[in-house]
């Protein structure tokens, strides 16, 4: 089945940043692409107009199970399955957290961590029924070193790694893989409240001594979701110019 | 998609992709499955498996049982799946009285305090 039509990628969170570097990646390599994500940006709205036949978007509650599973179910409907899920939706929240709000942590905790494993879910059970797929969580250099004033958001991210090397054995066995991605800072909304200052002190920390740029990150999403990384899966794979090495 | 979905129906749906799945792995698909056959001591079905079947038959009749109405630790026989999409698809048809989500959860939780009284 899977080779009669075009691959199909959904995309959490495609409507900015990495996201929709990775939808726009995936359409100009001829995949179908579905994201969802809370509001339509105008990046969405121009590839309604223009990919009408290979983009789908719905505004969907990203932590509502039932939800999310209609969602993936219409994705297979429509497209005929799905062949690649990246789990890049997310926040970032900073703050030391004796004094975060518990509603910070409910939010970072539901977004980074509860809305990936019901998407997951639903887009798993499909890849099942094809015998085929591979999952791409995007983590971060959180999740493999401390920082302060990160916890929560290290928390979430960590957690994704620990789904990740789970699932991965889970569902070896019907051909389906399972990595992720831990970059390190590169330019992008999560970001851009950070100071000069800030921005130079991660770059001297940095071997490569920059920031990485967003294409970069997205370039090793897309070799983990090929065919090229056809046997790789249950690792995390930091796109971090050696910050954490 | 099934509408009304009968038992019988029902019944050889799950039988069916229970065959292919054994077929699948070089089993005797021409055995005679009974419906107390268990579908790991005696057929041999992972977690996975049930969980590849369960993705089908999903797709197959429209429902999933196990999302709110049926613990899927419950499920051990073919019996005990046929009844879970029985019960979704047929909701006055027979309901094992142990077969509940709620019933599930309450055992869990008499366990867990047998564990923590320890």
Redesign the interface.
Known sequence: MASERPKVAVISGGSRGLGAQLVARFLDRKYSVATLSRSKSEFVNELLRREEANFYWASVDARAAESVQKFANDVAARFGGIDILINNAGIAVEGVLPTMRWERINEVVETNLTAVLVLTQACSRVMLRQGSGTIVNISSVNAIRGHSGVAAYSATKSALEGMTRSLARELGARNIRVNSVAPGYFESDMIASISDEQRQRIARRTPLGRLARIEEVANVVHFLASEEASFITGQTLAVDGGITC | MLEAGTSHQIEATVVGKIRAILAERGAAAAAPLAGDSKLSAHLGL?S?DL??L???L??ELGV?PF?KLVAITDVRTIDDLVDAYRQALVPNSHKKPDGSLADAQKRAEKRRLRIDQR
């Open positions: 992972t996975l969980a590849f369960v993705s089908q999903e797709f999933d999302a």
